[in-house]
């Protein structure tokens, strides 16, 4: 995010990549096309050399800053267009050159508080010098291992399933947080934002994280309803978090640091439109997180249908369990309401030595807290109440989910700028 002369802000949106023979340049411009940016790269060192020009163009402007990079350039190829984009997502390295990761198609999603969001069609791996290239000769060959990786990441990271993001709105924060809070000073500095570390060399070398835009991994859903003669935008917003990630059954329990796998926040957000007498929005959101059962645990055998659970006991004091347990204090305040859904009973134990563990855990914390930052342990066998006959799950539920809506609060602002009442 930048501004220009006037002090107004300028967010950059669409994006046209060119070359020359010893620099890549990225030109930047607003929804508008009324402000560009311009960023320069270098193609001849292997380690990252990038600036930013700290004016704010016009169209014009930036036409005849590119006419004489070009006129400059006239014996040795010129300036040519490589590619145009939607977004940078970063700038990175393996084993030898640096690389550019851009999205070059977006796909629109839905907005948040009026802010567009999208997810991502397609995208271009551009290196900003050829691996193991003798500068003075110009040739070189590739290594294997460097190619082994590239190809790693092309294959495996499937960027264009459950990634999103938004110029505007900081999808890896709730909307409470957006709309009651400062914003950060670093938008990268969340636990959701997935490519924090291959923005991070780019982001260092500018002082800026205004070129890179953050991806939050998860699920994005947006529907509009009727009720009562009124239109209502439901969205739900699962964010994942990037730490101790993984496939299931690979990764389960808690770390040292406390972080939980698979740690999943998800956000459900309405909005009712605009007041008609106050002209204020009426949002409202209710924030929920889950996660696997913070103890040292794992399964094995993955080829079986329902693998063997082994619990460590190595962590007699359950150290892990209560840093997870802080962290989630110090993220969402007090109290903590813990649902446990796992089996109660079962012929051959499983989730029931999981069950019995994290109950004497909590009852351990609990003893070490003050009754007011005490956590608040409701077990509650999903998989018993699901196959009882003639009940419907989310009625059986409705107690439970009050006791937890009782605790917690949800988020809502409406009527008036200070009718305000958060989670």
Known sequence: MFSDGSGQRVVLEKFE?????????????????TAF???KLSRLEAELEASEDPCTYTKAECTALLRRIRDGNTRIGGLQSVCKAAGLIGCFRFLEGFYLLLVTQRRYHGTVCGQKVYGIDKTLLVPLVQPSVDIVQGQGRETAAEKRYRKLLLSGLELNKDFYFSYTYNLARTLQANLTADAPADPFDSMFV???????????ALQSSSWVIPLIHGFWQQRSLALFGRTLT??????????????????RGVNFKGQVANDVEAEQLVDAGIDRRTGMPQLASIVQVRGSIPLYWNQEGVTH????????HYDPLYTATRLHFEDVSGRYGHPVVVLNLVKS??????????RKEFAIAIAYINQQKPEQERISYIPWDFNYHAKQRGTFILSDMASVIKTGLDATSFFSMCHREDDITKQ
Not at 17 to 33: F, R
Not at 237 to 242: D, E, F, L, P, T
Not at 345 to 354: F, M, S
């Open 345 to 354: 009973g079962e012929k051959r134990p499983r989730e029931t030595i999981l």
């Open 194 to 204: 997935w490519n924090e570390y291959l923005g991070r060399p780019l982001r260092q």
């Open 37 to 39: 940016r311009l960023l």
């Open 17 to 33: 990549l060119y070359s020359t023979k010893a620099h890549y340049y990225l030109v930047g411009h607003d929804k508008a096309a």
């Open 234 to 251: 439901v969205t739900l917003i699962a964010r994942r978090s990037k730490h101790f990630a993984g496939t299931r059954y690979r990764k």
């Open 305 to 312: 249908l329902k693998p063997d659970i082994t619990l460590q």
